[in-house]
């Protein structure tokens, strides 16, 4: 079973400023299958990543997707109040398909 | 418009029985996989299992193999997650979700929280 790491626990930002958050495998994930989700209290988690790096329907620029093997970022340009969340990566490469143990990404 | 609707919010006592239902719309329901995701109360995701209704091709955790059952019925376009012993621990937010682009989940019930308490 691939065990994914998030790093940090807690990012505490403005709005306006860059997010990056960090997801680690611990053995590489074939061809890329990797995906972001973030969450909002009562909220079921929303698609934002597939691929690495491709944007799900509807979400907006300012979130992007990088990396391979075992190193994966999600990058948010500019925070907008709608961005703090909780963020999960998920590895869809090999079953069971394991989520990271989430980001918390809150407003300083 | 694709729609995963899931069944109401349960209470139940340690070793009852529990079937949660999530019932697809908007999409060919028996050609597309739906899985099931599991949150503890303030803990992040844990991804349980698969089922393919069309066959009832099913794949499972193994942290969820032999503790719950998924399975499907294509006549009404729902899939079930069922307990046969309900612990305190299976106490949670259960989740369905359907994988679009490869197995990442593009689509998600609103969850169904399940309570197991003496």
């Known amino acids: 079973e691939i065990v994914l790491t998030q790093s940090p626990g807690t990012l505490s930002l403005s709005p306006g400023e860059r997010a990056t958050l960090s997801c680690r495998a611990s053995?590489?994930?074939?061809?890329?299958?990797l995906a972001w989700y973030h969450q909002k209290p009562g909220q079921a988690p929303r698609l934002l990543i597939y691929g690495a790096s491709s944007r799900a329907t509807g979400i907006p620029d300012r979130f992007s997707g990088s990396g391979s093997g075992t190193d994966f970022t999600l990058t948010i340009s500019r925070l907008v109040p709608e961005d703090f969340a909780v963020y999960y990566c998920?590895?869809?490469?090999?079953?069971?398909?394991?989520f990271g143990q989430g980001t918390k990404l809150e407003i300083k | 418009e694709v729609h995963l609707v899931q069944s109401g919010a349960e209470v139940k006592k340690p070793g009852e029985s529990l079937k949660i239902s999530c019932k697809g719309s908007g999409y060919s329901f028996t050609t597309s996989w739906i899985g099931w995701v599991r949150q503890m109360p303030g803990k992040g995701l844990e991804w349980m299992g698969i089922i393919y209704p069309a066959d009832s091709d099913t794949r499972y955790s193994p942290s969820f193999q032999g503790q719950v059952t998924i399975s499907a019925d294509k006549s009404i376009s729902t899939v079930y997650l069922q307990w046969s012993s309900l612990k305190a621990s299976d106490s949670g937010m259960y989740y369905c979700a359907r994988p679009t682009s490869g197995w990442s989940f593009e689509y998600w019930g609103q969850g169904t929280l399940v309570t197991v308490s003496s």
């Open positions: 998920q590895q869809y490469g090999s079953s069971p398909y394991t």
């Open positions: 053995q590489s994930i074939s061809s890329r299958f």
